[in-house]
Each structure stands twice: as C-alpha cells, then as structure tokens.
C-alpha cells in the first residue's frame, strides 16, 4: 500500500512499466513498418534500373513515409521514456492525475491518422497512372520488338537516296559516321547478284565509351549499325538492334539506355 513518503504502490509501479513496455512494442513496430515501407520502394527502383522491360510505377513517396514512420517510433519510444520518468516523479510527490487523456497517444494516433491518409490519396492517385501505362508500354515492346532484337521498317525512298538522306541527318546532328558497307556493291566486284544493300556504322565515341566500360561486351554491337536494304519487289527498308534489346543482352542500366535509343529517331527519320 502507498504511504505518505512514497504514494506510489507496487502496483502503480508495475503498471508504469507496463505503460512503458507497451509504448516501446508500439514504437518498434512503427519502426518496423516505416523500414519495410522505405525499402518497398527503394526495392520498386532498383527493379527499374535492373530490368527495365518490367514497368514499375515510381513509389518515390514511400521512402519518405517510412522514413515519417521510423521517426515516429523513435519520438514515441522516447516520449514514453520521460513519461515514465515524469509518473514517477510525480507519484513519488503526490501530485499525479489520471483523469486527463494521455498527450502521447492522442499525437501519436493524429500522426498516424494524417500519414494513413496521406498514403491511401497517394496510392489512390499512383494506381489509374500505372494502369494507363503499362498496357501501352507493353503494346508497344511486343509490337515493335521481335524475339530477334531487329526492328524493321519500311522506308519511302530507294536505297542511295534513304543512304544520303540518313548520311545527312547524322552530319547535322554531329554523329560520326565511320563507314558505309556497300555489301550490294562487293558482292558485284565477285561476280554474284544482290539487291542493293548497303550498311551504314556510326555513333557518338564518348556515348560509346560509356556503355563499354559498363559493359565491356556491348563492343560485339558498337558502334550503331543501320541496314539499309532493298527486297526482292523492290522496296526499300532499314533495320536495326533495337535499344531495349541491347540493354537486356548487355545488362545496361536505364541511364546509358539514352547513349543508344538515338538510333530509333535516326532511322525513323530517314524512312520519312
């Protein structure tokens, strides 16, 4: 029983420490959950940049969720520490009150309330983005990418004109052109007989350096390469490696993507 020097009872003291164990076991599972939160979407970005193919929708946010969540647990765990410390005292002196509510628990569940909120509008708003997106993108990979890497296109202009107009393009746009493959023409220099084809080698060495240092195999395929071709009816078309296709053979991260996806606009261009 309590007595005038020490008011507090064994069981006041006891259930304080229950009080405070609690807050502790609801501070570490904030933690817990705010490092699960952050690592979800540091997870969702490395899956972007390792595998580009796959789309994930950016949840950027949830880093500095959990990151709210993580400090959170920690104010808690150390709010419930000194109120612990305050109960004591002021059981010790006579001077305690339970009649008013706890500041710690009604802070701590406004916080949660507003960060719950604040999450369910931003998942809310991520979800019609991710579901617009990822149908078109898949559209477009399985259109425009066949097993074999090599997109073809057919092009509005015979071969020699597509060749100089290309040639034209990639003067303008400052890309070094290191050579024209005339195949056509050496396969007539041995007496053999084939359409007019001719392939054209070019790039950027700085933009090239980078992917090889990267990748040291991406050399089997630089520079860029684009066929210009004419079949058996006469039509002229250009083909090419695709970019995605590239970046999956050599494992290239989404930055270095950018040093290669040129080739798309160039041949699209000159088909023109």
Known sequence: ?????????????????RTLLAWIR???ALMGLGFV?????????????????????????????????ILLGVAVCVLSLLSYLRLLKQGAEGTASFLR???????TAIILAVLGLAMAIYLLSARPAAQETMPKSKETRMSTI???GIVRISANH????????????????????FTVVDHSGEA??????????KLLIFGNPKAGTQLMLASPSAALDLPLKILVAEDSAGKTWISYNAPAFLQTRHNLTAELLANIAVIEALAAKAAE
């Open 26 to 28: 609801t501070g570490l």
């Open 37 to 69: 939160l952050a690592r979800f979407g540091l997870f969702l970005r490395e899956l972007g940049l390792l595998q580009p193919a796959i789309h994930t929708q950016p949840y950027g946010l949830s880093l500095w969720f959990g990151t709210a969540l």
């Open 146 to 148: 066949p097993e074999n």
């Open 158 to 177: 015979p071969v020699d004109e597509t060749v100089s107009k290309l040639q034209e393009i990639l003067k303008a746009r400052g890309v070094k052109l």
């Open 101 to 107: 509510p706890s500041p710690l628990g009604v802070i």
């Open 1 to 17: 029983m309590a007595n005038d020097n020490f008011p507090l009872t064994l069981r006041d003291v006891l259930a304080a420490e």
């Open 188 to 197: 007539a220099a041995a007496g053999l007989k084939m359409p007019n084809t």
